[in-house]
């Protein structure tokens, strides 16, 4: 599976972004997929993941109620809606994928990740 994310940006705060994370290579729809992100100097850590069915979603506690992971299995394709965002959300985005996660929020989990997209939020 390769992944490729895009959609970040410059934006103020309360403002609004939409990451996109498009998937080539084999049946994307049957992969568990996640958001992280990461400063420099910091680990990465998680912000959003989605079951493959699109049946249940997680969130970090820090974007819950701000931000909503979505996807289009016939497009290959999952989201991550960003509303209201804040200076602290500044970060490179990555989207992850694998086969089945147990733990959402842990890197180790998944196989597959994407290049990253640099959300910048100004204050």
């Known amino acids: 599976v390769q992944l490729q994310a895009s959609g970040g940006g410059l934006v103020q705060a309360g403002g609004s972004l939409r990451l996109s994370c498009a998937a080539s290579g084999r049946t994307f729809s049957r992969y568990d997929t996640g958001w992280f992100r990461q400063v420099p100097g910091k680990e990465r850590e998680f912000v959003a993941a989605?079951?493959?069915?699109?049946?249940?979603?997680h969130y970090a506690d820090s974007v819950k109620g701000r931000f909503t992971i979505t996807r289009d299995n016939a497009k290959n394709t999952v989201y991550l809606q960003m509303n209201s965002l804040k200076p602290e959300d500044t970060a490179v985005y990555y989207c992850?994928?694998?086969?089945?996660?147990?733990?959402?929020?842990?890197?180790?989990?998944?196989?597959?990740w994407g290049q990253g997209t640099q959300v910048t939020v100004s204050s």
């Open positions: 992850a994928a694998t086969a089945y996660y147990s733990d959402y929020a842990a890197t180790e989990t998944y196989d597959y």
């Open positions: 989605i079951r493959w069915s699109g049946g249940s979603t």
